[in-house]
Every structure is written in C-alpha cells, then in structure tokens.
C-alpha cells in the first residue's frame, strides 16, 4: 500500500510540474505574442501615412484586424493580460521619468492653471454631452479624461481605478491616438495662417492637444522654443494624472459605484510614477550623470512597453460593439476637442 502510495505521489508531482511546465510556455507565448505584435506595429509606424499615428495605435489597429480574422488566441490568454495590465503598469512607472516637476514648479504654474482649467473642463463636457446623447458613460469618461488629461496613458492609468472594462480601455486608447492625431495634423496646417507668436502657439499645442508625441508633432515646426513651451503645458497636465486617479478613487466610494465594503485596489504604479518623476527631476543630471542615449532608449523601451499593451488591449476589442458603442461617445470626444481648441486659442 505503501508503495501504491509514493508511486500515486510521483505521478501527482509529476503531473503538477508539466501543468506548471506547460502554464510558463503559454504565459512566455502570450508575452512572446505581443512583442512580436509590437514590432509589426512600430514598422507600420513608418509607412507614410501611418507614421502620423505612431505605433501605439498601429499595435491596436493591427490586434483589432487580428481578433476579427482569427479570433481571440485563448491558449496563450494568460501572457497577454500580462501584457495588457502588469507591462502596462511598468510602463507608467516608467513615464514618470519625462515629468520634469522641478521646471514645472519653477517655470509653468501658470500653465498649471491653464492644464486644470482644461482638464476639468474635457472632463466634465465629453461626460455631459455623453450623458446627454445616451452614450456610453464608462467610454466616455475615460475619453474626457484621456482628452483633459495625456491621451492613453491617463486612460490606461484610470481604467482600474474606474473598474473599466477592456474592452473599454482598448477602444479608448486608440479613439484617443487617432483623433489626437488628426487634431495636431490640424494645428500644423493653420499655423502659418493664425496670428500667435510662436510661444503662443507653443503654448496652444500644450494645452490643447492630447498626446504628448501630439504636442511635439504640432510645436516642433514653430521652432525649439514653441517647443519646449508646449512641451512643459503638456507636462503640466501629465501632473494631473495622480491627484484625479485618487478623486476618481474617492468619487467611486461616494458614489456607489462599487460596494462601500469593496476595496479598490490601491494604484501602486502611481506612486512609482511620482518616484520616477522626484527621481529624474532632482537626482538625474544633479547627482547621477545618465548619458543621453541611456534616457532616450529607456524612453524607447517606455513606448514600447506600452505598444505592448495596447496589442493586449486591441485583442478585446469587438467591431461590432465599436460600431454600436463608440460612435456617440466619439462625437463627444469629438465637439469637446473643437471646443477646447478654440476656448484656448482665444485666451493667448
């Protein structure tokens, strides 16, 4: 009996270990996955055209088509919500990096009041018109917010926090980058035909665009200082992004949104955002000297990272429910980015 046992014993340990064995492969494939879904996007970011959009939405045009054709790949779930969420949360943390708080304190808080004046203002119109037209609310919000605050990554930031699905959050990230796009493509062409000088028109980019690769796209032709005008009101409203996520964390108690004895999960990756921003702001070129070549490839792996996810998140998404879900909260999005553009615009 005693031998029945022990042989029972090895051939449960051995099973456990080819389920471990075989959980590691699926887990490895999945991230494997992504990756190569990253690259495949950062090349379609430079067909012309395609290079307007950058690769985070290329990886999530390229999951969507994918999930479409051939449907979800359930076998290898487990290492692409890897992706979608932890590498995502890596990736955030490693964002802060390109908040420089010491010349925002010192140099743009009156930009700073501009940024939360339009925070608050994409906010609340995108979820009122929402509301207003029946759309979807979760979409919505996360689109005002993403509009208001830095594109996908404060959308990708909230979404746990707001419990939102991702589904949700893919469609957001890519409705974001693509009319973020279309918006700094606008600025470039009526440049040369608005009266701003071009610090003005720096400080239009900042505050009035979505994405940080938006403001850079848009400022860059009026010269370096436009710029880095611009680039510091972006910065200004990257800030945001931690005292909203724990408003939003308060309002989703206040408000019922979840059960008062629910927890929400603290965002940790927050807090290593604004570690990263102490960090790079007072310690890196004061006290530790990075070459320069270091920082840009540590912001390469940053956007790739983030490709990554986005190619987790592209692979929820349902044409179907994009063509029925997202078309109203689109059209909010769309009048608060006008809206925005001209109440900036007339107080230069």
């Not at 018109?129 to 990708?156: H, V």
């Not at 589904?167 to 957001?172: K, L, S």
């Not at 608005?194 to 720096?202: D, F, P, R, S």
Request: proline content about 3%; overall charge positive; glycine content about 10%.
């Amino acid at each position: 009996m005693l031998n029945i046992n022990k042989a029972q014993k090895r051939t449960l340990f051995s099973r456990t270990n080819a389920q471990t064995s075989s959980n590691v492969s699926l887990w490895a494939g999945g991230i494997a996955f992504t990756f190569l879904f990253a690259l495949l996007a950062y090349g379609l970011a430079k067909v012309p055209g395609f290079d307007h959009i950058g690769p985070l939405a290329c990886s999530i045009i390229i999951a969507v088509i994918y999930r479409q054709i051939w449907g979800y790949p359930e076998k290898i779930r487990f290492g692409i919500e890897f992706s979608s969420k932890k590498l995502l949360r890596y990736a955030i943390v490693l964002y802060g990096l390109k908040l420089n708080i010491d010349v925002v304190i010192h140099h743009g808080l009156g930009l700073v009041l501009r940024d939360v004046g339009t925070a608050v203002f994409a906010i609340v119109l995108t979820v009122f018109l929402a509301k207003w037209m029946k759309a979807d609310s979760g979409l919505s919000l996360l689109l005002g917010i993403g509009t208001g605050i830095c594109g996908a990554a404060a959308i990708a930031a909230v979404s746990p926090i707001v419990k939102a699905k991702e589904e949700d959050t893919a469609i957001g990230a890519g409705v974001i980058a693509l009319v973020g796009t279309l918006f700094a493509i606008g600025y470039t062409i009526l440049r040369p035909y608005i009266h701003l000088t071009n610090i003005q028109y720096g400080i239009w980019s900042g505050v009035g665009l979505h994405e940080i690769a938006h403001v850079a796209l848009a400022a860059a032709p009026s010269g370096r200082d436009a710029l880095a005008i611009g680039l510091l009101a972006k910065l200004g409203r990257v800030l945001l992004l931690v005292p909203l996520s724990f408003i939003l964390m308060y309002w989703m108690k206040r408000t019922g949104k979840i059960e008062k004895d629910t927890k929400i999960e603290f965002p940790w990756f927050l807090i290593g955002f604004i570690i990263m921003s102490i960090f790079g702001s007072y310690v890196v070129g004061k006290h530790l000297i990075i070459p320069k070549t270091i920082m840009n490839d540590i912001s390469t792996l940053t956007t790739f990272l983030l490709t990554m996810a986005m190619v987790g998140l592209g692979l929820n998404v349902s044409l179907k429910a994009l063509r029925t879900k997202a078309l109203k909260p689109l059209i909010a999005m769309f009048i608060t980015s006008i809206l925005l553009s001209f109440l900036t615009f007339w107080t230069m």
